[in-house]
Structure formats: C-alpha cells, structure tokens
C-alpha cells in the first residue's frame, strides 16, 4: 500500500517501507546522473585497462632491448 507523506512528491510503500519519488522531472534528472556515473566507470575501467595493456607492451619492449644489448 503507498501513502503520502509531508514531503511533497514523495509516497511511502508501507510494505517494504520505501521511499519513493514520484514527480517525473526528478526522477528523470535522477537517472540521467545515475546513467552518468555509470557511464564515467565503465570510460575509467576502459582507460585503466588500456594502461594496463601499455605498460605490459612497454615492459616487452624493454625486455627485447635488454636481450638486444646483452648478445651484442
């Protein structure tokens, strides 16, 4: 069962004792940043592994030079 509470926009489920907004444009805005932020991760996870893949490439190449150097 929802109820209203004082707070304008704002309903109660008394079953599980939620709040829950119920004005569209907040909710909207709400998920838009919710989006955002998840979006920011994944773009932080990507660029993190990226580096990751980087450095691994560069470790390879220093290991060759040094291989190089010692035959010579």
Known sequence: MLI???????IRDTNS???HNIDPKE???YYAKTKQ???Q?????????KIMD???ELKEIKDLLNKLVQIK
């Open 27 to 29: 909710r909207a805005e």
């Open 41 to 49: 991760k994944k773009e932080i996870n990507r660029l993190d592994s």
């Open 17 to 19: 004792m939620a709040l």
């Open 4 to 10: 209203k509470t004082f707070v304008p926009n704002i």
């Open 37 to 39: 932020i998840t979006d």
């Open 54 to 56: 980087i450095n691994n």
